[in-house]
Nanobody, 126 residues
Framework: DVQLQASGGGLVQTGGSLRLSCAAS????????IGWFRQAPGKEREGISCISVGDGSTYYADSVQGRFTISSDSAKNTVYLQMNSLKPEDTAVYYC???????????????????WGKGTQVTVSS
């Protein structure tokens, strides 16, 4: 079974940093994409970053561009999201998800994702 486990959330002050991890298991897709999404109370789920593991292409939403960095470690089947310069508006539950066959930039759209992990809470205090 495909499993995704997100971790690394927590409480941090404005301007601080966190690194989220998404450990993936149960699949051997070749051209998959892993995306990070977040959902704040009362808001729609937002795609913030993704990586096409096949060619290493990365994508970012404007809201996190320049502050967040996505990376992958194929040996560990893990994708990371380094979040710097955090703001109170970054507060949300963060999810990772996998798109089995990713095309250019497709893995940042939640409707394209095939499997989801449970979320991890990120809270940024002002």
């Amino acid at each position: 079974d495909v499993q995704l486990q997100a971790s690394g959330g927590g409480l941090v002050q404005t301007g601080g940093s966190l690194r989220l991890s998404c450990a993936a298991s149960g699949f051997t897709f070749d051209d998959y994409g892993i995306g990070w999404f977040r959902q704040a109370p009362g808001k729609e789920r937002e795609g913030i970053s993704c990586i096409s593991v096949g060619d290493g292409s990365t994508y970012y939403a404007d809201s996190v561009q320049g502050r967040f960095t996505i990376s992958s470690d194929s040996a560990k089947n893990t994708v990371y999201l380094q979040m710097n310069s955090l703001k109170p508006e970054d507060t949300a539950v963060y999810y990772c998800a996998v798109e089995v066959i990713a095309t250019t930039g497709s893995c940042i759209y939640y409707s394209n994702m095939d499997y989801w992990g449970k979320g991890t809470q990120v809270t940024v205090s002002s």
